[in-house]
């Protein structure tokens, strides 16, 4: 009202200092438009944080990541997945990705914030969950997990620590530092950026998986990366980790179909299926599909998971499959992420 700037300079200034809705939006946020608070999660190259944005007291979960040492131990290709990854993918059953920015020290990932911890948090609680219960969440994860597939992209290392819940007890898929992008240039998977050989034969994990499997003595243990197959060197999480992942390091959408199934028996039994002492037992356990049920676990589950669990992935069913199977008969799929979640209890 009182300024006193000529007319046509004004829109100029005023929208660099002023911050109109849409200057906002594109603005490159920096560390200090958060109010930063408790610790959520903490990975081998990341921590992630409670966030406020102070404009509009909008609340995140702020992925920090150490250049340092995410340069040290080559991993800059996994951060990189990570973003590009995020940034295809608009899902309400997958945790978003708002902002990224870096200062000298840090990347940062500004994420939808899923209030109500993770899925491993509700089975340590409950010791398993009701069958209602799992039906539910195994659908939510199955259309997350669909959707995944249908946008060219294997998660890799699903498991309950990744399987986060909102305030209304839906799930947000995370971590997508180990996903894979499905046929992206030549379908080869020399071209893979996991593939080893180029860089290092260093093993790549996620910032929240535990280390790759040590060498192991036996010829039928993992095979250990020689520089020229198209092998790549990732292994996921021990327990939920598909025998192909291990003997021929060949990830595709029927490894994500495994680790769904492990998620389901262990739901149910209120442990994995494949469970040793350490992590090359689990990863023998998997690899000669030595598992037992428990008693009492529900038939039709027994059943699903028997299907799932299976060494050869062309005898894995897909998950358009699993849906039609009697594990589910009844159960309605329109619009999983607004029914009412089950009360886990
Ligand atoms: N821990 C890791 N990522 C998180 C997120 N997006 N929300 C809440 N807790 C988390």
Redesign the pocket.
């Known amino acids: 009202a009182d300024d006193a700037r000529p007319a046509a300079l004004a829109p100029v200034v005023s929208s660099s200092s002023t911050s109109s809705l849409a200057s906002q939006a594109a603005r490159k946020r920096c560390p200090e438009d958060f109010e930063f608070g408790r610790v959520?999660?903490e990975g081998s190259y990341s921590t992630?944080l409670y966030a406020r944005e102070h404009v509009n007291n909008r609340e995140y979960?702020v992925?920090m990541l150490d250049k340092r040492h995410i340069i040290k131990e080559k991993k800059t290709k996994y951060v990189a997945i990570e973003k590009d990854v995020l940034n295809k993918l608009a899902h309400p059953l997958i945790?978003k990705l708002y902002y990224t920015f870096q200062d000298l020290h840090s990347l940062y990932f500004v994420?939808?914030?899923?209030?109500d911890g993770d899925m491993l948090g509700y089975i340590r609680k409950l010791g398993s969950f009701q069958l209602d219960a799992a039906r539910f969440y195994i659908a939510e994860i199955i259309v997350a997990v669909m959707y995944l597939h249908s946008m060219g992209i294997v998660h890799r290392d699903l498991k309950p620590e990744n399987i986060?819940l909102d305030e209304n007890m839906h799930i947000?898929i995370?971590d997508f530092g180990t996903a894979k992008i499905l046929d992206e240039p030549p379908s080869n998977s020399d071209t893979d950026p996991f593939a080893a050989g180029s860089t290092s034969a260093s093993a790549s994990v996620s910032s929240s998986s535990p280390s790759p499997p040590p060498p192991a003595p036996s010829s039928s243990s993992p095979s250990q990366d020689a520089g020229s197959s198209k092998r790549n060197s990732f292994v996921g999480t021990a327990e939920y980790c598909s025998p192909e992942l291990l003997n021929d390091r060949a990830a595709s959408k029927s490894s994500d179909v495994w680790a769904i199934g492990c998620i389901l028996y262990h739901l149910l039994a209120g442990r994995p299926p494949f469970k040793g002492v350490n992590e090359y037992q689990t990863f023998q356990k998997i690899i000669k599909l030595d598992y037992t049920f428990p008693d009492g676990f529900p038939p039709t589950a027994r059943d699903l998971v028997s299907s799932i669990l299976v060494l050869d992935t062309a005898n894995r069913p897909s998950l358009a499959e699993i849906q039609k199977h009697p594990f589910f008969d009844g159960f309605d799929w329109t619009d999983i992420h607004t029914q009412q979640a089950p009360d886990l209890r």
């Open positions: 959520l999660g992630v979960a992925k945790v994420l939808e914030l899923a209030k986060l947000k995370t």
